[in-house]
Nanobody, 127 residues
Framework: QVQLVESGGGLVQAGGSLRLSCAASGRTFSSYDMGWFRQAPGKEREFVAA????????YYGDSVKGRFTISRDNAKNTVYLQMNSLKPEDTAVYYC????????????????????WGQGTVVTVSS
């Protein structure tokens, strides 16, 4: 099973940008569709974005469309989340996840049913 480690979180002012990375171990990274989720204090975990194993298809939650971009580099076993025009409401712990089901479905699969999760990285957006 793939193991995931996120990085790149931090404190940024509203309107700024951050790029998160999720590094995967194992030789089977390219067989997984990947996703990003986030969880703000006191709220449920929310789907942010997903990308197919090839990188050819991407999907986004409504709250981040047009501002965030998911991408992957299978040669580096890494998936990225470029976050632009950040808002205070983007403040959350961001998690990456891996699953062998289609990326299109990732936002609808129960969180505890996804194949693997990272430990999370904290993003704080100040107003």
């Amino acid at each position: 099973q793939v193991q995931l480690v996120e990085s790149g979180g931090g404190l940024v002012q509203a309107g700024g940008s951050l790029r998160l990375s999720c590094a995967a171990s194992g030789r089977t990274f390219s067989s997984y569709d990947m996703g990003w989720f986030r969880q703000a204090p006191g709220k449920e975990r929310e789907f942010v974005a997903a990308i197919s194993w090839s990188g050819g298809s991407t999907y986004y939650g409504d709250s981040v469309k047009g501002r965030f971009t998911i991408s992957r580099d299978n040669a580096k076993n890494t998936v990225y989340l470029q976050m632009n025009s950040l808002k205070p409401e983007d403040t959350a712990v961001y998690y990456c996840a891996a699953d062998k089901r289609p990326a299109q479905a990732m936002g609808h699969i129960p969180n505890n049913a996804l194949d693997a999760w990272g430990q999370g990285t904290v993003v704080t957006v100040s107003s």
